[in-house]
């Protein structure tokens, strides 16, 4: 994985006006087949030009013997990306609408590596007495019309176990500040390998604007995944997705904002575990704040009585913390 440079501030949180006016989703959709991964989140040539308010049906890549084939454990496809939208630049909030997200195999993948990521187990960043865990590779059967994942569990009490799909992407981001590159596994301000179970199906996603155009990437769809993630594997599958992209301008904020029905929610990655959750709500505080109309003291106070906390994973190079608030005790919002 290459990185140049991290950078970890908890300084310059602003807010954001969540509804960017965007056309309507009936618009016409453009279809985009992925034909290539990349393995880093950068500024690179865009593969795909679209003006706000575009709605784009694609799909996350695969190809024949990677990761994803249940007969082999092959590498992994990388990202799609980048997407350029037309009037995104620095200091704007790129607007991600994650309109449908479908498995699109009967197939996923979790792979459990000696001395790879584990959050339980020593790996190659946290080194432990014990020896590594022994490589197991589980492949699970997704019945995509009963919403179920099935596993057999031979050596266990329960031969076989189903559970509800919860498909999520692992992976979106706009390409980091400056000259930064990172690796697939890396979450950061920019987004990226967050592994938030929140990036679902109808969720819009909200990503800082580093470079003219947003530079947006995406992939590493899990059917489903618990809190933390650790194993380091989530059930590794492909899935169709349709997006629609917006810009608020001259919106800025410092680290990915997450909305859906129930909540507004603030992504924060770093490590230790403890910092990731401290940026989190503190752009969470401020966020009510500026938009919202509340006093930082009882923003404070009553974020530290209903606030709500997944912990997105324990085992990448950074760890992820979402923190979240509920819709339905928000005010309206202030008129600017």
């Known amino acids: 994985m290459l990185k140049k440079s991290l950078r970890v501030s908890f300084s310059s949180f602003t807010g954001l006006i969540l509804l960017a006016v965007a056309p309507p989703v009936s ?18 040539e865009p593969i795909l030009r679209l003006k706000p308010g575009a709605v784009v ?8 013997g990677d990761y994803y084939d249940p007969d082999k454990a092959g590498p ?12 995104a630049s620095p200091g704007d909030t790129l607007v991600v609408k994650v309109l449908k997200l479908r498995p699109n195999r009967d197939v996923a993948i979790s792979n459990v590596t000696p001395g790879g990521i584990s959050g339980v187990a020593g790996d190659s960043r946290t080194r432990l007495l014990n020896d590594p865990l022994p490589p197991r590779r589980f492949v699970w059967r997704l019945d995509r019309a009963r919403n179920v994942g099935i596993i057999d569990l031979p050596n266990s009490a329960v031969k076989k176990m189903e559970i509800p799909l919860r498909p999520m992407l692992g992976r979106v981001a706009t390409a980091p500040a400056g000259e930064e590159e990172f690796g697939g596994l890396w979450p950061g301000d920019f987004g990226g390998n ?8 109808g969720a819009t996603v909200y990503l800082p604007v580093f470079h003219e155009g947003g530079l947006f990437y995406f992939g590493d769809f899990h059917a489903a995944q618990g809190d933390g993630e650790i194993t380091g594997s989530g059930l590794e599958s492909t899935a169709d997705v349709t997006f629609q992209f917006d810009v608020i301008k001259g919106q800025r904020i410092r680290w990915p904002r997450i909305e859906n029905d129930e909540y507004i929610m603030v992504a924060g990655s770093v490590r230790p575990l403890v910092d990731a959750m401290r940026i989190a709500y503190v752009e969470l505080i401020e966020w009510l704040v ?27 190079p950074h760890y992820t913390v979402v923190a979240k608030f509920p819709k339905k005790l928000l ?6």
């Open 331 to 336: 005010p309206p919002k202030l008129t600017r």
């Open 27 to 44: 618009a016409q959709p453009i279809v985009h087949e992925p034909t290539r991964g990349v393995p880093t989140f950068a500024v690179r």
């Open 290 to 316: 500026k938009d919202y109309g509340f006093d930082k003291m009882e923003a404070y106070q009553v974020v530290s009585q209903v606030g709500v906390v997944r912990v997105a994973n324990i085992v990448d």
């Open 194 to 201: 967050m592994d938030a179970a929140d990036v679902t199906e």
């Open 76 to 87: 992994w496809p990388g990202e799609v990306g980048p997407f350029f939208l037309e009037g």
């Open 57 to 64: 049906e694609t799909r996350t890549f695969s190809k024949p």
